[in-house]
């Protein structure tokens, strides 16, 4: 199964559900990209991750364009709240789903605050795409 997972800058949301998702099922085949790809993972994402035993920081921030071409079982939106529109897959696709967050880079306040949001969108990505996962298993 190929599963494209997609958002805006592919430097934490997708690449945390990528993370996760590989995670559960090592013969999936799971990729991430952004429309507008940052180039770069966050940090903040990578470190959250890694207290998960899962390391992201080999991952990298694709364009969207580089798979436009390929044939997809899933593409799976991850943008969150009304301030974002969640990109749109113009490839070869049987399923597009969307699974919202909010994006904890956009978290402001003190660095207890922001660390605080980066632990609960990573904790809901987690929780969504398990049973995201599951659902494919029946």
């Not at 470190?47 to 992201?56: A, F, L, Y």
């Not at 660390?115 to 969108?121: D, M």
Request: proline residues 2%; glycine residues 8%; negative net charge.
């Amino acid at each position: 199964m190929k599963i494209l997972i997609l958002c805006t800058g592919n430097s934490c949301r997708s690449q945390m559900a990528h993370g996760f998702l590989q995670s559960f099922d090592p013969k999936l085949e799971v990729y991430s990209a952004g429309t507008e790809a940052s180039g770069k993972l966050n940090e903040k994402a990578v470190q959250v991750m890694s207290e998960t035993g899962i390391d992201i920081s080999h991952h990298t921030s694709d364009s969207v364009e580089q798979y436009l071409n390929d044939e997809w079982d899933y593409v799976i939106t991850v943008c969150g709240g009304a301030n974002e529109s969640c990109p749109t897959f113009s490839g070869k696709v049987k399923h597009r789903i969307h699974i919202g967050f909010d994006d904890p880079s956009h978290a402001q306040g003190t660095d207890e605050f922001i660390w605080s949001e980066f632990h609960r969108v990573r904790d809901e990505i987690k929780e969504r795409f398990f049973q995201f996962y599951q659902q494919l298993q029946q």
